[in-house]
């Protein structure tokens, strides 16, 4: 069994940065493919950012260039270094361990950016 918990998420001004946490139980997380979602009120969840299990990232349009994914296997943690934060990021973060038959979520972060 796989249990996801995010931290870091918060209030912070526009402009400001922030560093979001997922700590993984279990034993497959080293092995897995990792996502950042989030989901603004009224939105669907959209992918932020995917990382392979060897280190290998792709962001979303809105992201690049601002946010960057990493990840420590010997930690069973990912990371989210969020900069340049503006308002249109305002959202809950979650984390996404990808795996078969069935993907993990985490329960979410809540970041709000305010102008």
């Known amino acids: 069994q796989v249990q996801l918990v995010e931290s870091g998420g918060g209030l912070v001004q526009a402009g400001g940065s922030l560093r979001l946490s997922c700590a993984a139980s279990g034993s497959i997380f080293s092995i897995s493919v990792m996502g950042w979602f989030r989901q603004a009120p009224g939105k669907q969840r959209e992918l932020v950012a995917i990382i392979s299990s060897g280190g290998r990232a792709n962001y979303a349009d809105s992201v690049k260039g601002r946010f960057s994914i990493s990840r420590d296997n010997a930690k069973n943690t990912m990371y989210l270094q969020m900069n340049s934060l503006n308002p249109e990021d305002t959202a809950v973060y979650y984390c996404?361990?990808?795996?078969?038959?069935?993907?993990?979520w985490g329960q979410g972060t809540q970041v709000t950016v305010s102008s």
């Open positions: 996404k361990l990808y795996s078969s038959p069935s993907n993990y």
